[in-house]
């Protein structure tokens, strides 16, 4: 069965850093596309950052903050974010495809047939 865990969500402070990891178990995530997505308090998900053949796509949200990037060799995906705001604060999903992603719609949710059950991040002083 194929499964994705997400890790790294915590409590931070305003101004903070924290990395998120995508792991998996029953099929390596080399070969997948990957993408990250949250779901804030009393909003829908919304697409963050996604990887893909070594492309990697942002949000306007996420550009300059965010940093998405692959560990082959660990088979990991992870999420740096930076700076944490409170607007920050939600469950972040990690997610996969086992194909490249159209770059006009990387962070579309339909392309994405693998969720993991997100790890939640919370923002405050």
């Known amino acids: 069965q194929l499964q994705l865990v997400e890790s790294g969500g915590g409590l931070a402070q305003p101004g903070g850093s924290l990395r998120l990891s995508c792991t998996a178990s029953g099929f390596s995530l080399d070969e997948y596309s990957i993408g990250w997505f949250r779901r804030a308090p009393g909003h829908g998900r919304e697409g963050v950052a996604s990887i893909s053949d070594g492309d990697t796509y942002y949000s306007d949200t996420a550009e300059g903050r965010f940093t998405i990037s692959r560990d082959n060799a660990n088979h990991g995906v992870f999420l740096q974010i930076n700076n944490l705001k409170p607007e920050d604060t939600a469950i972040y999903y990690c997610?996969?495809?086992?194909?490249?992603?159209?770059?006009?719609?990387?962070?579309?949710?339909?392309?994405?047939?693998?969720w993991g059950r997100g790890t939640q991040v919370t923002v405050s002083s």
């Open positions: 997610a996969a495809v086992h194909d490249t992603l159209n770059a006009d719609y990387p962070l579309a949710l339909p392309w994405y047939d693998h």
